[in-house]
């Protein structure tokens, strides 16, 4: 719940995707904060919760063990960390992996600041060039599908279908498979 000015962030520049390393593990930690915030803020806890995600350590392991073994994105708006995005060759441990490579998205965030200005969408965008560039077809999610199934809505939006639904956290936590080809 972040009341703070932040009229001396340049929203102007377009969004900049680079390659991240373990020196950007704190700037990832402070865009989940930063969504998490933002969702708290409107009434939405049962995602991730209300404490902010650099508390969590499991968060913080899985953090710098996709920045090691993964391929973590990046991405900027007027030099500013705005979004983030890991790409591995497959799911977490809940998610059955299919009999084909693949490239899976893992924790996409954007930092409430940077709202609007289309960083998710330039974060997946360059997962599906990335994902095409690597000789692969298939680039899978998974995501919260509570909330009237916003993030799953926003997952279509950007050339990604439904495959299979889940629930986890001792069935408290709705879930949404999708996969695009690209």
Not at 21 to 26: L, Y
């Amino acid at each position: 719940m972040d009341d703070l000015d932040h009229s001396d962030i340049d929203h102007s520049g377009s969004v900049r995707i680079r390659a991240a390393g373990p020196a950007d593990v704190p700037a990832f930690l402070g865009i989940l904060d930063s969504a998490v915030a933002w969702l708290v803020s409107r009434g939405h806890t049962k995602q991730w919760g209300t404490e902010p995600l650099s508390r969590n350590p499991k968060v913080v392991e899985a953090i710098e063990k996709y920045v090691a073994t993964g391929s973590p994105w990046i991405a900027e708006v007027g030099g500013e960390p705005a979004g983030m995005l890991m790409l591995t060759d497959g799911p977490g441990s809940s998610i059955p992996p299919v009999a084909e490579p693949e490239q899976y998205v893992h924790y996409l965030a954007t930092d409430h600041r940077f709202g609007g200005l289309g960083v998710g969408r330039a974060l997946l965008a360059h997962a599906a060039a990335e994902t095409r560039r690597k000789g692969i077809s298939l680039l899978r999610v998974d995501c919260y599908a509570g909330n009237e199934g916003r993030l799953v809505a926003y997952y279509e939006s950007n050339g990604f279908v439904r495959t299979e639904s889940f629930t986890a956290k001792d069935g408290t936590w709705p879930g949404q498979v999708l996969e695009r080809r690209v």
